[in-house]
């Protein structure tokens, strides 16, 4: 087996922030508001902090991807699949010019690799696979929102990449614990591995 600190050494990795944005965790928006367990997301932010300072300090690469919707970008299927949910039109989540698709508790600093996305994977209809390869990196470390969806979604489509792929799993959430361990458990038995915070940090941290 390869240590972990070989495995995600910092010369070659990426920590990937998926969808930390206020319709999704912050109080009085989408999630929230719709009644979402919001508990486990903001625990998932705070392991999600502690994993940027650990990979700013490490110079570990950090990606931060969000998806801002358009009425214009709402696909066919989606609003089709939204209808088959018993809603008429696609949910006007994360809409551009709208405070719900900010980021909400993180950011990026100058520097940090910035992805739009209108759908659920970081990799479709973006860039991102060719700003990786361009800096150099061969495994994705990701964390964020939520874990059945966008992180799922994203993490699928960078193993058929050809990235190794890890996932912090206290550092992502689902609106529910037994989605959230289901999901883990699934990408585990097919795409990526997943990690704890600590032992992530741990492995980016310098001996003394």
Same mark, same amino acid.
């Given at each position: 087996?390869? !240590?972990?600190a070989q495995a995600? *050494?910092p /010369?070659r990795?990426?920590?990937?922030?998926?969808?930390? $944005?206020?319709?999704?965790?912050? !109080?009085?928006?989408?999630? #929230? $508001? +719709?009644g979402?367990?919001? @508990?486990p997301?903001?625990a +998932?932010?705070t392991r999600?902090e502690?994993?940027?300072?650990?990979?700013?300090a *490490?110079?570990?690469?950090c %990606?931060? /991807?969000?998806?801002?919707t358009? @009425?214009e970008?709402?696909?066919?299927?989606?609003?089709?699949f939204?209808a088959? $949910?018993g809603?008429p039109?696609?949910?006007a989540?994360?809409? =551009? %010019?709208?405070?719900?698709? &900010?980021?909400?508790?993180?950011?990026p600093r *100058?520097?940090d690799?910035?992805?739009?996305k209108t759908?659920?994977s970081?990799f /479709?209809g973006?860039?991102?696979?060719v700003?990786? =390869?361009? +800096?150099?990196?061969?495994?994705?470390?990701?964390? %964020?929102?939520?874990?059945d969806?966008c992180v799922?979604?994203t993490?699928?489509d &960078?193993? =058929?990449?050809?990235?190794d792929v890890?996932i +912090?799993?206290?550092?992502?959430a689902a609106?529910d614990?037994?989605?959230?361990?289901?999901?883990?458990?699934i990408?585990? #038995?097919h795409?990526?591995? @997943? /990690?704890?915070t600590?032992?992530i940090?741990?492995?980016?941290? @310098?001996? !003394?």
């Amino acid at each position: 087996m390869i !240590p972990l600190a070989q495995a995600i *050494a910092p /010369v070659r990795a990426a920590l990937l922030v998926i969808d930390i $944005q206020n319709d999704f965790g912050a !109080p009085g928006f989408a999630m #929230a $508001q +719709a009644g979402m367990d919001l @508990p486990p997301v903001e625990a +998932a932010i705070t392991r999600t902090e502690a994993l940027l300072a650990a990979a700013r300090a *490490a110079g570990v690469a950090c %990606g931060f /991807v969000r998806v801002v919707t358009r @009425p214009e970008t709402d696909t066919r299927a989606l609003k089709r699949f939204m209808a088959r $949910q018993g809603m008429p039109e696609a949910m006007a989540i994360c809409r =551009h %010019g709208t405070e719900g698709a &900010a980021y909400y508790r993180v950011a990026p600093r *100058a520097g940090d690799i910035e992805i739009e996305k209108t759908l659920y994977s970081a990799f /479709v209809g973006t860039d991102l696979e060719v700003r990786l =390869h361009a +800096a150099g990196i061969e495994t994705v470390v990701l964390c %964020g929102l939520t874990t059945d969806c966008c992180v799922d979604s994203t993490a699928r489509d &960078a193993f =058929h990449k050809d990235f190794d792929v890890f996932i +912090a799993r206290d550092a992502c959430a689902a609106f529910d614990s037994r989605t959230h361990e289901n999901a883990l458990a699934i990408l585990a #038995a097919h795409s990526a591995t @997943p /990690v704890s915070t600590d032992d992530i940090i741990a492995a980016w941290t @310098p001996a !003394p």
